[in-house]
Every structure is written in structure tokens, then in C-alpha cells.
Nanobody, 123 residues
Framework: VQLQACGGGLVQAGGSLRLSCAAS????????MGWFRQAPGKEREFVAT????????AYADSVKGRFTISRDNAKNTVYLQMSSLKPEDTAVYYC?????????????????WGQGTQVTVSS
């Protein structure tokens, strides 16, 4: 089972990036998925989560209105569209697959983790 995150990079403040997370080894269409991030010297924190169908989502207050999580179950892929990026969004972003149908902001509820993709926002 593998989650492969990609799409990170260097962007100026105010710019946009789209992260993708492709799953292989099994289907994740029946579980919730999430994105988390970890900045240097800080703990990993919740960013966004989406339920199995894509109809229910939740976001951290710090990204609400700027980030959008979505999924394509036919492609076994989850996305994170990031807009109006700020320097404080700089971090390694991780996708994760949960253990149930619904959403969760608790990283302990996630069973599988991707390797992370670096997002750097310059001021």
C-alpha cells in the first residue's frame, strides 16, 4: 500500500499550487482522506479532510477559504488546491488515508501516510 504525494514546489506569496496524492496497492474509495503539514520545528498539523464520497469536507481555520480538498475515486486520488498562499503555509505536506468512511481532523485516525511533498512560499 502506497500513497504518493506530488505537486509541491516554490511559489510566491499569493500564488497557487495543486497537490495530488495517488494511492496504489488498494482502493481508498471507502475511507476518508486527509492532508496534514509539518513546518520545521513544529508538530504535524491538520489541514483538510474529505469523506469517502467527497461530499463532506473540513478545513483548519488557517486555510479555510483558501484551500480546497477533493477526490476522484475512479483514479484513487485526492487533491489539495491551494490558493492565496502565504509564507506561513511553508511546510512538508502529507496525505493520509483514514480508517473509516468519514472525516477526521485527528492524525491518529489515519492509517496510511504518504512520503510528503515540500511547499515553500516566498514573501
Amino acid at each position: 500500500v502506497q500513497l504518493q504525494a506530488c505537486g509541491g514546489g516554490l511559489v510566491q506569496a499569493g500564488g497557487s499550487l495543486r497537490l495530488s496524492c495517488a494511492a496504489s496497492g488498494r482502493t481508498f474509495s471507502s475511507v476518508g482522506m486527509g492532508w496534514f503539514r509539518q513546518a520545521p520545528g513544529k508538530e504535524r498539523e491538520f489541514v483538510a479532510t474529505i469523506n469517502w464520497s467527497g461530499r463532506t469536507t473540513a478545513y483548519a481555520d488557517s486555510v479555510k477559504g483558501r484551500f480546497t480538498i477533493s477526490r476522484d475515486n475512479a483514479k484513487n486520488t485526492v487533491y489539495l488546491q491551494m490558493s492565496s498562499l502565504k509564507p506561513e503555509d511553508t511546510a512538508v505536506y502529507y496525505c493520509a488515508a483514514g480508517d473509516e468512511l468519514g472525516i477526521s481532523t485527528n492524525l491518529r485516525r489515519y492509517v496510511y501516510w504518504g512520503q510528503g511533498t515540500q511547499v515553500t512560499v516566498s514573501s
